[in-house]
């Protein structure tokens, strides 16, 4: 092998390598992507079972068989927790 394929074959694997340390040291681990997809579930069902539960809770004090409380605190629920999720998401965004 002639000396300028060997420095041009030495750069390439060089480059090679470095990109390959790079990628080590940029790359998450599967464990920070599994807490960030569950703390964004959290963050949105929490509000909905708060929600739920007292509205429940509600009804039960009101007289009759009424679930007004328990159904529009759960759609409040549901409201706050996409905008938990939508807040998370856009801190999470800026940091990158």
Not at 9 to 24: C, G, H, N
Not at 33 to 43: A, F, P
């Amino acid at each position: 092998m002639s000396d300028p394929e060997y420095e041009k074959l030495k750069k390439r694997v060089e480059r090679q390598a470095s990109r390959i340390k790079r990628a080590e040291k940029e790359h998450e681990p599967l464990i920070s992507h599994t807490l960030y997809i569950g703390t964004i579930g959290l963050l949105f069902i929490v509000p909905i079972i708060l929600g739920a539960y007292v509205g429940q809770w509600l009804d039960e004090k009101v007289a009759g068989y009424s679930v007004h409380w328990t159904t529009s605190l759960i759609f409040l629920g549901i409201i706050i927790g996409v905008v938990n999720v939508y807040l998370y998401i856009r801190e999470g965004s800026n940091d990158g």
